[in-house]
């Protein structure tokens, strides 16, 4: 029987929230600090890919880090990256281990950016597979692992803010 991914609406919201704070800051002249929850912090530089082939070197390398296959066991699996028609969603296919990422349509490549792979890597390291072990996609669970792989691998910057944004927006953190 699936489970209803309860949370999926306000993670992905989050998500975008933390996108746009980080363009925004791309953008501004005045620089990367932002205030929230009290704090200032200065948001990371986020890496963008050109090509399908960028994306997969990147999610190898955050696969191959020390930290993240200890933690993880299924870092060790090989995680495929493709391209995906237009500009619906990236998403990751559990049972082949592959990422697919819309690729540039009209100059505008929305997912071909580190935090959206980071996303889909999240899913590649959950444990348990959803067809013997149903679980909401991103449950709790799932938003510690994201948690996790920004802190180690984008910044603890970049982790609390989306902490902060989780908490703003009811997402529950396992």
């Known amino acids: 029987m699936p489970v209803r991914d309860s949370q999926r609406a306000r993670v992905y919201e989050s998500e975008t929230l933390l996108r746009t704070m980080i363009d925004r ?6 620089g990367r600090s ?10 990371p530089i986020e890496r963008r ?6 994306v997969q070197t990147y999610v190898d390398a955050v696969l191959a880090l020390e930290d993240v296959r200890r933690r993880y066991p299924r870092a060790s699996r090989r995680c495929r990256v493709r391209a995906r028609a237009g500009q619906g969603a990236a998403h990751y296919e559990h049972d ?6 819309p690729l540039h349509v009209a100059g505008h490549a929305w997912a ?3 935090l959206v792979v980071l996303h889909e890597i999240a899913h590649h390291l959950e444990d348990r597979d959803p067809e013997t ?4 996609a991103h449950g709790p669970e799932f938003t510690a692992r ?4 920004l802190d180690r691998v984008v910044g603890p910057e970049a982790a609390f803010v989306l902490r902060c944004i989780y908490g703003r927006n009811d997402v529950r953190v396992g």
Not at 96 to 101: H, R
Not at 133 to 136: E, R, S, Y
Request: charged share 20%; proline share 3%.
């Open 34 to 43: 932002v205030e929230i929850a009290g704090s200032t912090v200065t948001l």
């Open 96 to 101: 082949a281990a592959v990422i697919a990422v």
């Open 49 to 54: 890919f050109a090509s399908i082939d960028s």
């Open 146 to 149: 994201l948690l996790d792989l």
């Open 25 to 30: 800051a791309d953008a501004a002249e005045a």
């Open 112 to 114: 071909m950016r580190e």
């Open 133 to 136: 072990t149903p679980h909401a």
